[in-house]
Nanobody, 124 residues
Framework: VQLQASGGGLVQAGGSLRLSCAAS????????MGWFRQAPGREREFVAA???????YYADSVKGRFTISRDNAKNTVYLQMNSLKPEDTAVYYC???????????????????WGQGTQVTVSS
């Protein structure tokens, strides 16, 4: 599986962005998909995930502002980000994994494939 993230950019605080992650391969629908982010000097952190059945999970810091969704017909997962804050500034990565369970879906090392990342910068 190859992943290509896009949609990042520069936005003012309070604004919105939608990230996309296009996947290759015919087994996309079987994978749980996650979004992670990494700010300079910080560890990569969980943002959101969606399992193959559609269940969604969010970090507390983005709950109510971000929405993850997937379109299996297009092999694409999305992250709609609203009410953006300067602290959301980071490189955002999409990831794909099989056999993820509730206790592992927030852990980066649980995922099998990663995209290249897209920069999101939120100005105050």
């Amino acid at each position: 599986v190859q992943l290509q993230a896009s949609g990042g950019g520069l936005v003012q605080a309070g604004g919105s962005l939608r990230l996309s992650c296009a996947a290759s391969g015919r087994t996309f629908s079987s994978y749980a998909m996650g979004w992670f982010r990494q700010a300079p000097g910080r560890e990569r952190e969980f943002v959101a995930a969606i399992r193959s059945g559609g269940s969604t999970y969010y970090a507390d810091s983005v709950k109510g502002r971000f929405t993850i969704s997937r379109d299996n017909a297009k092999n694409t997962v999305y992250l709609q980000m609203n009410s953006l804050k300067p602290e959301d500034t980071a490189v955002y990565y999409c990831a794909a994994g099989l056999r993820l369970i509730l206790s592992t879906i927030r852990i980066p090392s649980s995922y099998d494939y990663w995209g290249q990342g897209t920069q999101v910068t939120v100005s105050s």
